[in-house]
């Protein structure tokens, strides 16, 4: 992700609905969006969260604010 985005590409992650996920795993991810959002880089899911990882999210409260429900699940209020 680090050379993707160092190279001024747009970096879509593709994360399986059955990948088996923790909170580091969305703090990585979270360190990324905010890394490539202050480069002025794009940097995005390729699909809205499922599965294990949204039950992360979910218990891990990074989606209570609306621009993290946006991210990860690809929502804008009002939705």
């Known amino acids: ?9 747009a970096v879509k ?3 399986s609905p059955d ?5 580091t795993f969305v703090q990585l991810i979270e360190s990324a969006r905010r890394t490539a959002s202050e480069a002025g880089r ?3 899911l390729a699909k809205p969260a499922a599965g294990q990882l949204r039950e992360t999210l979910e218990r891990g409260g990074f989606l209570a604010a609306p621009e993290r429900r946006e991210f990860w699940l690809m929502q ?3 939705r």
């Open 1 to 9: 992700m680090v050379d993707a985005l160092a190279k001024g590409r």
């Open 13 to 15: 992650a593709e994360i």
């Open 19 to 23: 990948a088996t996920v923790d909170l």
């Open 42 to 44: 794009a940097f995005g």
């Open 76 to 78: 804008t209020e009002g």
